[in-house]
């Protein structure tokens, strides 16, 4: 697998985390402070505190059971926070609904692929451009030109972000008749196809060979560039993680217990005990 990647160096923002320098002049597009959720009297996520750059693309690692999409799901309001407080741009999403935070500009994939398969690319595509539609139910029950209109500018916008996977070419083919690795991007897709400013990435690298992964990365750095947005992941697959991503976070039995650069994360003993278990005393 071969990928070259120039990440961008980390500086400390006045919260105590570290953005990319080249952000530093803007506010951080999501921020996280004593975020924390309960199950009962299990503390899933407890004093969760992130800052992502507005370009950065960041990383969430941590062993099986971690709380890594949990915390995802306390990001995307599928839970709500037992404590603590989510910023979007520097707007508090206390309240918020599923709905009304991808209207915000928060859009994810999963670690199962959840596409329409017996609907077509284009479709699927085009589900993710719903909360872009610029006419009422009454025009598009009665099909009036202004419906036509819109119509036709999804179809070329849904082209349009498929071109960046070199999809277009399959816009009608049956979702669920794509390889594996085709539906995964079909997913990235989909949600760019949100206009998102933070596009969270569960295991986008499950199930790919090395050449696929490769892609991948290329196609996350081709994403960041191109519409200038965020990119959080989460991903068990460290080659990937330590190439691609500028901030890492790891957590541990739902806590954070290191943050910092690849190279920092990589020679954290918290980390190392916490990925390969702590060494007997000789």
Known sequence: MSFSFERGKLAAVPSGSVIPERDLDKTPILETRHLGIDFGGLHAVQDFNLTIGRTEIAGLIGPNGAGKTTVFNLLTKVYQPTKGTILLDGNDTAGKTTEQINRMGIARTF????????????????????????????????????YWKQEKAAHERALELLSIFEMQDQAGVRAGSLPYGAQRRLEIV????????????????????????????????????????????????????MNICEGICVLNFGQVIAKGSPEEIQANPAVIEAYLGRKKEA
């Open 111 to 146: 670690q199962n692929i959840r596409l329409f398969n017996n609907l077509s690319v284009e479709d699927n595509v085009k589900i993710g451009l719903h909360n872009q539609e610029g006419y009422s139910m009454f025009t598009g029950i009665l099909r009036l030109p202004n």
């Open 190 to 241: 989909r949600a760019l196809a949100t206009n998102p400013s933070v596009l969270l990435l569960d295991e986008p690298a499950a199930g790919m060979n090395p050449s696929e992964t490769a892609e991948l990365m290329e196609n996350i750095v081709k994403i960041r560039d191109l519409f200038q947005i965020a990119v959080v992941l989460i991903e068990h697959d460290m080659n990937l993680v």
